[in-house]
Each structure stands twice: as structure tokens, then as C-alpha cells.
């Protein structure tokens, strides 16, 4: 039987500039769905992103009525915790109601929102045919550039300290390729499977 686990986790502060934050959430999939190209993968995104994916969603299958995003308040303080996860929360609740239809499933904005860290600009043009790169090629080199497990961050920090040089570099044009886009992605334990 086919599966899809999505977490939303990990809220994390991150500075525009000296004026501007913003929160980011790790998105974790762990799935065996014929549907996706990679069966577990990890990005970061903000709440503006998924409002992005909804509105392009949303205008893709007008017939079907999307899940709503939780609600942008004024009042949103990013220092309070009760906040940020009730929109992280909110955000899962979201995700796991769009991956249980079908419709949504094919289009292929979603699985670039979800398994690359491309740019909404960098997906519509993808989307559109307007990059070098396929939709799945977006996804196969994201995965390959970026995937970082517990087991693979530790021999990774073992390999920096031993040779101190651990140059990844991208001729992909997916984009930069360092840290400041992977994420600490965490095995998911089997009892959040179900």
C-alpha cells in the first residue's frame, strides 16, 4: 500500500537583513509513492512559499476546493513559540490534505516545492520548460547536492576536519549548493510513519 509521510518541523529564524526575519520550516517526505521521484527528501520553506503553492495549486484545478493555509495574523510574534507552532501545525495539516488527491499530485510545482529548494520564480520557469533542466532532473540533483542524513553529516564533519576541504560544487544551475540551503534532515523513526 502506498504511503506518503510528511512532516512540517524545525522552525528556524532566519535574518533577511538587520530589518527583516522570517521563519523557515523543514519539510520532510518520506514516501513509496509511484508519484514521487525521490522516495525521502528535506527542504526548507517559509509561510509565503506555501501561500505561493496554494494560489498556483489552486488555479491549476479551480474545481477542487484546497485546504486552507493558516491564517496570516498581524499578531503573528515569530518569539512566541505557541505561534510558530500553531503555524507549523497548520502548514503539515495543509500538506497532508493536498498529498492525499490525486489532481494535486501530478502537478508539478508541488514536487518541486517539495523536493527542491528552487525559488517560486525557478519553479514556474522550470514548470514552463523555460531551464536546461527537467522537473526531475531539478529533483535528482537537489537530492544529490543536498541530501544530508545524521550518518552522512558525521563523516562529512569527520572528512572536514581530516582533509579541511569539502568543496561541492554546482554546474547544475540549480543554484548554490552550500549549507545555507541543506538542512539537518533527520531519519524519521518508524512509529511517525503511521
Not at 506518503?4 to 532566519?14: H, M, Y
Not at 527542491?116 to 535528482?140: F, N, R, W
Amino acid at each position: 500500500q502506498e504511503f506518503v509521510t510528511v512532516l512540517v518541523r524545525d522552525p528556524r529564524i532566519q535574518k533577511e537583513d538587520s530589518w527583516h526575519s522570517y521563519i523557515d520550516y523543514e519539510i520532510f517526505i518520506h514516501t513509496n509513492s509511484m508519484c514521487f521521484t525521490r522516495k525521502t527528501s528535506c527542504v526548507r520553506r517559509r509561510y509565503r512559499e506555501f501561500v505561493w503553492l496554494r494560489q498556483r495549486l489552486q488555479s491549476n484545478a479551480v474545481l477542487i476546493q484546497l485546504p486552507e493555509l493558516p491564517s496570516k495574523t498581524p499578531f503573528f510574534n515569530m518569539n512566541n513559540p505557541h505561534h510558530v507552532d500553531h503555524r507549523r501545525q497548520g502548514l503539515q495539516e495543509f500538506l497532508e490534505k493536498i498529498l492525499q488527491d490525486a489532481l494535486l499530485l501530478s502537478d508539478s510545482r508541488l514536487h518541486l516545492f517539495l523536493q527542491t529548494q528552487l525559488s517560486p520564480e525557478d519553479m514556474e520557469a522550470c514548470v514552463s520548460g523555460q531551464t536546461k533542466y527537467s522537473v526531475a532532473e531539478a529533483i535528482h540533483s537537489f537530492a544529490s547536492l543536498n541530501r544530508r542524513f545524521p550518518i552522512e553529516d558525521e563523516e562529512r564533519k569527520k572528512g572536514k576536519n581530516d582533509a579541511d576541504s569539502d568543496s561541492e560544487s554546482s554546474s547544475s544551475g540549480l543554484g548554490p549548493s552550500d549549507d545555507s540551503i541543506s538542512c539537518g534532515c533527520k531519519a524519521s523513526p518508524a512509529s511517525e510513519e503511521s
